[in-house]
């Protein structure tokens, strides 16, 4: 299955907004009183980040800008 052009930008935005709120959420100072973060926040950011940006290489991609290495001799 290929992403569209619209598909890939969505998603790629969707994906950028989940970095920065998951960001945000590990960034908050730890409250003693209401014990240990379950959730691994810093790790979903750095997820959700590695997934964005392959969308924005893949939305490079579709919109004609050659994103591979140059070939050796």
């Given at each position: 299955?290929?992403?569209s052009?619209?598909l890939?930008?969505?998603?790629?935005?969707?994906f950028?907004?989940?970095?920065?709120?998951?960001?945000?959420?590990?960034?908050?100072?730890?409250?003693?009183?209401?014990?240990?973060?379950?959730?691994?926040?810093?790790?979903?950011?750095?997820?959700?980040?590695?997934?964005?940006?392959?969308?924005?290489?893949?939305?490079?991609?579709?919109?004609?800008?050659?994103?591979?290495?140059?070939?050796?001799?």
């Open positions: 299955m290929e992403l052009l619209t890939t930008l969505i998603l790629a935005i969707v950028g907004l989940f970095t920065a709120l998951f960001g945000f959420l590990g960034a908050r100072p730890m409250d003693p009183n209401k014990g240990p973060r379950m959730v691994p926040w810093r790790f979903l950011m750095l997820l959700t980040f590695t997934a964005a940006l392959l969308l924005v290489v893949h939305l490079l991609n579709l919109m004609g800008i050659q994103t591979k290495p140059p070939e050796r001799y």
